[in-house]
């Protein structure tokens, strides 16, 4: 008769802890917004009206960060994408390397994609130099 007892605040203890551990959610790791729903946006207009989508995730980047919520994964590579369809360019490089600096795991993609337009830049700027005059082989 005495384990009787025992077994019941044993049972009590668990219900309870049950309970509590039900009660209190938990928070998500990254506050997602409103970028899930432009990505969908991008997709489904074929990327049309960029504008509109950047002032939606900067927004959301400042609500973010105004409460202290973590930025998701590939907020700031879609805002690089957005910036560099409307000829952003600077903006476009600030936020790859945002990206890469708060996703590690991105950085030989964002490292790929810096890459591009710095080779084509340096490409464009050798075609644009005019070439040096060519010396007579003379020797005069």
């Known amino acids: 008769m005495t384990m009787i007892p025992v077994i019941r605040?044993?049972?009590l203890t668990a219900v309870a802890a049950l309970l509590t551990a039900c009660g209190t959610p938990q928070k998500p790791l990254y506050q997602w917004g409103?970028?899930?729903s432009s990505m969908?946006?991008?997709f489904k207009t074929n990327g049309e009206m960029p504008?509109?989508?950047i002032t939606q995730l900067e927004s959301q980047?400042?609500?973010n960060k105004a409460a202290n919520e973590a930025t998701p994964p590939g907020l700031h590579g879609h805002l690089a994408l957005l910036y560099a369809k409307v000829g952003n360019d600077d903006a476009a490089r600030a936020h790859l390397e945002a990206e890469r600096a708060l996703f590690p795991e991105s950085a030989a993609?964002?490292?790929f994609l810096l890459k591009k337009p710095a080779e084509k830049s340096a490409a464009m700027q050798a075609a644009a130099t005019p070439a040096a005059p060519a010396k007579a082989?003379?020797?005069?």
């Open 9 to 11: 605040a044993v049972a």
């Open 34 to 36: 409103g970028y899930q």
């Open 40 to 42: 969908y946006q991008y």
């Open 51 to 53: 504008g509109d989508q």
């Open 61 to 63: 980047l400042i609500k």
């Open 109 to 111: 993609y964002v490292d």
């Open 137 to 140: 082989a003379s020797g005069v």
